[in-house]
């Protein structure tokens, strides 16, 4: 079985809809991600940092018990574990208030011994945080170096865009560390201004990736590939929180890579329709609930992988 890594900030979420409390979970971008594929069983690896308090041990049990691996998880004693308070707008989108105590030693881990045929998902706004970014960077370059698939998640909103000038020398260096590029129109106008696919598959280009999943929400997905572009629908679904959704179309997509006999360009080129469908299913599927994941009688549905 291949196995998977997923780089990236944890925190315990507490969601509003106004002064009411709807749910409290451990969260974080990437994972969210990984919680949704230890739903399906695979073999996914958390490389995080949390605390050893109770928010932490929360974080900890929860991650055990969904079959995500945290052999290389930093738990830290002089600080505490991130907390995110996430507000609901009336179309169920996230208004976030973050608190943080972090140590001053940051993912003090020792590195994987990653193989060819690894899938590695990294992004969001920590890995461009000065605190971690060399060692994400060493991270992901010694994967890449020893033949794993690299995948690149912006996941970069409204409230970081005054922030992102300065560091879009690093998300320069994130794009041509990575084979694929899953990023959102709202990634793309709040760190370039750019509001159209195309010009978004010119400067992933341009910075040395050959692959673009481009999401529009509801408005459907374009894929950018060597060979062109292809355009997919997102089914309209009764949404209760569009928290995770991202996230889970990159558990859908990683679902799919991670059958492929090979992560050659061409064969992700030639499974692409059947990647992106699964990506779209989880993606919607996690709008339904509160969870930023799968849910686990979804994933005990999902044959596919």
């Avoid at 409390?21 to 995080?48: C, D, E, F, H, P």
């Avoid at 169920?92 to 608190?99: E, G, T, V």
């Avoid at 010009?199 to 990736?209: D, F, P, Q, T, Y």
Wanted: net charge neutral; glycine share 8%.
């Amino acid at each position: 079985m291949r196995r998977i890594f997923a780089i990236g900030e944890t925190v315990y979420d507490i969601i509003f809809r106004g002064s009411e409390v709807l749910a409290a979970k451990a969260g974080g971008s990437m994972l969210n991600t990984a919680v949704s594929l230890g739903r399906l069983q695979l073999a996914v690896n958390m490389i995080t940092e949390y605390g050893c308090d109770p928010p932490g041990d929360l974080i900890d049990e929860f991650l055990g018990k969904n079959g995500v691996d945290t052999a290389y998880s930093c738990r830290y004693r002089n600080g505490k574990t991130a907390i995110a308070l996430a507000f609901l707008d009336n179309k169920n989108d996230a208004r976030y208030s973050f608190y943080k105590m972090y140590p001053a030693k940051r993912l003090d881990i020792e590195m994987p011994e990653f193989n060819a045929g690894d899938i590695v998902l990294f992004g969001a706004f920590y890995s461009l945080l000065p605190e971690v970014r060399k060692q994400v960077v060493n991270l992901v370059r010694t994967a890449r170096k020893a033949g794993a698939l690299i995948i690149y998640d912006p996941n970069i909103r409204s409230p970081h865009k005054k922030e992102i000038a300065g560091l879009r020398k690093d998300v320069f260096e994130n794009i041509s560390l990575a084979h694929i590029v899953r990023g959102s129109d709202e990634d793309f106008i709040t760190m370039f201004d750019i509001s159209s696919g195309k010009e978004a598959m010119e400067l992933v280009r341009k910075h040395g990736c050959n692959i673009l999943l481009y999401t529009k929400s509801s408005k459907g997905v374009e894929v950018y590939l060597p060979s062109g572009m292809q355009q997919y629908p997102v089914p309209l679904v009764e949404t209760v929180s569009t928290i995770g959704a991202g996230d889970s179309f990159n558990a859908g997509m990683i679902c799919e890579l991670s059958a492929l006999a090979g992560l050659s360009p061409t064969s992700i080129e030639n499974n692409i329709g059947k990647i992106v469908s699964t990506a779209v299913s989880f993606g919607s599927h996690v709008c339904t609930h509160y969870d930023n994941y799968i849910s686990k009688e979804f994933a005990r549905n999902w044959n596919t992988c």
